[in-house]
């Protein structure tokens, strides 16, 4: 059961533009969301999180939009550089308990910035 | 602080073997998740470990199983291995219930 989705395998962007990177989710018990990039032969790499009590979170060029309604959230990268070229993960959670619940991750988008 | 280690990065087996990854999380990180990557099927959620109990399961056969040592360190282990099996296996560790979980560089296995 793919309950986290990715529907765009791949992305192409030029340097210094926008990129955005979506991700949708079916279960509406998810309250955290995570984005993570991974770069080949390399395990992935937390970037940025967002709470469900929350519809944006930014750090530096990286800004998270959570629309809950639609359960859908977005990755912008502004400006896009030439090393952000990676396959970005989305993963959604539960927190509402204090049990240890598990990670859903999207498929991928594999994000190609062009010099 | 040293990241998440995992161990070996690289190994080749036969069909019908078995083999054992290890992974060493971050100090003071007390769970430990193992995830699959396959091209196309993202990362699919193995187990995760606790205080060496299971907390998670995937939907993966049975030959798929792991532990957790007392200093937290994990293990997996895949039996009777198949083609299907040659992956990007990931290990992860966080430090509690509600935080974001770091991952190794991962062990990647050719089942040949």
């Known amino acids: 059961d793919q309950q986290v989705k990715q529907n765009s395998p791949s992305l192409s962007v030029q340097e210094g533009r926008i990129s955005i990177l979506n991700c949708d989710y079916t279960?509406?018990?998810?309250?955290?969301f995570l984005w993570y990039k991974k770069y080949p032969a390399e395990g992935p790499t937390f970037l940025i999180s967002i709470s469900s009590i929350k519809d944006k979170n930014e750090d530096g060029r990286f800004t998270v939009f959570l629309n809950k309604s639609a359960k859908h959230l977005s990755l912008h990268i502004v400006p896009s550089q030439p090393g952000d070229s990676a396959v970005y993960f989305c993963a959604a959670s539960t927190r509402r308990t204090d049990n240890f619940n598990k990670f859903y991750f999207g498929s991928g988008t594999k994000l190609n910035v062009k010099p | 602080k040293a990241g998440v280690t995992q161990t070996p990065r690289y190994l080749i087996k036969t069909r019908g073997q078995q083999v054992t990854l290890s992974c060493s999380p971050i100090?003071?990180?007390?769970?430990v998740s193992w995830y699959q990557q396959t091209p196309g099927q993202g990362l699919q959620f193995l187990f995760e470990?606790?205080?060496?109990?299971?907390?998670n399961k995937g939907n993966f056969p049975g030959r798929f199983s792991g532990r957790q040592f007392s200093n937290s360190r994990s293990e997996m282990n895949v039996s009777t291995l198949e083609l299907g099996d040659s992956a990007l296996y990931l290990c992860?560790?966080?430090?509690?219930?509600?935080?974001?979980?770091?991952f190794g560089q991962g062990t990647r296995l050719t089942v040949v």
């Open positions: 100090s003071g990180h007390r769970s």
């Open positions: 279960n509406s018990m998810f309250d955290y």
């Open positions: 470990y606790f205080s060496e109990t299971q907390r």
């Open positions: 992860a560790s966080r430090q509690g219930v509600n935080t974001e979980a770091f």
